[in-house]
């Protein structure tokens, strides 16, 4: 068969329209990634860095979280964080286009307070996009015996997609929100699902997340 350029184009169309991952999502498989919910990003008008579009889908992610928290699924969290004085944070990113505001975040970071973190939650401070790199997260999930995670939060073309990524990288079936995660700019929404779907994770609304986890909930151990 000789596969015409139209072809291929329709088929890569296709799986980055519609493209599904063939996995069920397991409430005993699965721990719940809460991305970057800090005030610095979702605290309405708190720093220059806000996501209005994250404040806004805030509510959505904290219902997620009480399912989880029901179902018995971990709920880990991360902020994006100065940590050991900055000397683990990646030396090429002062080199990249940031536009320093002159804002300082005036305490460490805080999991914005609406969302109701709990004490008994881990949290995570990270010190690049990733929530892998540099960090416990693969050694806390192995040792929950959680091969499945669902990431939610905020950017999503940064460091959720980067969390995404890692994730795939270290084997894990990973679940990505769709419309639990969000960015700075709304046209880089879908671009970057678009990506995660054909090549990374299972991206889902947050209705279809709470659907699996319902239908799968009696097949604990399968």
């Known amino acids: 068969m000789a596969y ?6 329709s088929r890569a169309r296709e799986a980055y329209e519609h493209g599904r991952a ?19 990003f979702v605290r309405p008008g708190w720093s220059p860095y806000w996501v209005p579009a994250a404040t806004r889908m805030a509510p959505r992610l904290g219902r997620l979280v009480e399912e989880c928290r029901t179902a018995s ?11 050991h004085l900055g000397l683990d944070r990646p030396h090429a990113l002062r080199h990249l286009p940031h536009a320093d505001t002159g804002w300082r975040r005036p305490a460490p970071s805080e999991v914005w307070h609406e969302l109701g973190r709990r004490a008994d939650e881990a949290l995570i401070r990270k010190p690049s996009y990733g929530a892998f790199y540099d960090t416990p997260l693969d ?14 939060g905020t950017l999503t073309n940064y460091c959720c997609g980067t969390t995404a990524r890692q994730a795939y990288e270290r084997g894990y079936k990973v679940v990505f929100g769709g419309d639990l995660t969000a960015t700075d700019d709304v046209s880089r929404q879908e ?32």
């Open 139 to 152: 050694t806390m999930l192995r040792n929950l015996g959680r091969d499945t995670v669902v990431v939610t």
């Open 4 to 9: 015409t350029e139209e072809w291929v184009a």
């Open 191 to 222: 671009p970057e699902l678009a990506v995660l779907r054909k090549g990374f994770a299972l991206v889902l609304t947050a209705d279809e997340i709470t659907d699996q986890l319902t239908e799968n909930a009696s097949g604990a151990g399968g």
């Open 22 to 40: 063939s996995f069920d999502i397991r409430p005993e498989h699965c721990a719940l990634l809460v991305i970057d919910m800090q005030d610095e």
């Open 73 to 83: 699924i971990p709920v880990i969290w991360t902020v994006f964080d100065d940590t």
